[in-house]
């Protein structure tokens, strides 16, 4: 358990799939600046026990224990590069409360403890403003537009790149106890 103020981060087991699945076919958990989809629960356990997904996904818990909503981390790229990407989604009726902010620098701490990696970085919709704010308030800066790179309701949008690399970070910022 990766513990914060507002939030703690449990790794995904086999029995958070249901949970998973549901907000995964729920349109307004991932918003609108997602890419629509569905995903059968049998789909979701086949890839789980193969265990060959390069993305490890978290529950994101409030400190009385209710689950409100997911972050994950995966390689994009070759491995060769250590870089690693970010995504993230709250159900709405957490929103706004900055749990997401916290997730995501519960997520930096752990990724720079825990890898050989020089990069963190997060794509989002040029229009996802809530999104961009997270990213800058967990310490991401804003490298460029990507252009015409998410799939997202029938068209293909820009998307900002972010990043933070470890010369910046510099020091865990919330994992700072070691017992
Ligand atoms: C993006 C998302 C994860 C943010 O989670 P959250 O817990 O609400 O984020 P926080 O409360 O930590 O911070 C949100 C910030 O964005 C701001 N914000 C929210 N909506 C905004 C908008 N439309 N325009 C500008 N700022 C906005 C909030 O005011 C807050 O900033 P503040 O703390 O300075 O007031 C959440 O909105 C979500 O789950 N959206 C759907 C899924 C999604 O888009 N995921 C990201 C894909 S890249």
């Known amino acids: 358990m990766l513990e914060g103020?507002?939030?703690n981060l449990r790794v995904m087991e086999k029995e958070d799939l249901p949970l998973l699945a549901e907000w995964?076919?729920?349109?307004?958990?991932?918003?609108?600046?997602?890419?629509?989809?569905?995903?059968?629960?049998t789909e979701m356990e086949k890839d789980f026990e193969k265990g060959t997904l390069e993305i490890t996904d978290f529950i994101i818990e409030k400190k009385d224990g209710s689950e409100i909503g997911f972050?994950?981390?995966?390689?994009?790229?070759?491995?060769?590069?250590?870089?690693?990407?970010?995504?993230?989604?709250?159900?709405?009726?957490?929103?706004?409360?900055?749990?997401?902010?916290?997730?995501?620098?519960?997520?930096?701490?752990?990724?720079?403890l825990s890898r050989d990696t020089m990069r963190?970085?997060?794509?989002?919709?040029?229009?996802n403003l809530a999104s961009h704010k997270v990213l800058e308030k967990a310490g991401f800066k804003k490298e460029g537009t990507l252009r015409r790179y998410l799939f997202i309701r029938g068209e293909l949008r820009d998307a900002c790149s972010y990043s933070v690399i470890r010369?910046?970070?510099?020091?865990?910022?919330i994992l700072t106890r070691t017992a």
């Open 120 to 127: 963190i970085q997060a794509c989002t919709d040029t229009r």
């Open 5 to 7: 103020k507002l939030v």
């Open 24 to 41: 995964f076919n729920k349109p307004e958990v991932l918003g609108e600046y997602n890419t629509l989809r569905q995903v059968s629960r």
């Open 71 to 112: 972050i994950c981390h995966f390689t994009l790229v070759h491995p060769a590069g250590k870089h690693l990407e970010i995504g993230y989604s709250l159900i709405p009726s957490e929103r706004g409360k900055g749990y997401c902010t916290e997730a995501v620098r519960i997520m930096v701490d752990y990724l720079f």
């Open 167 to 173: 010369e910046e970070w510099k020091e865990p910022k």
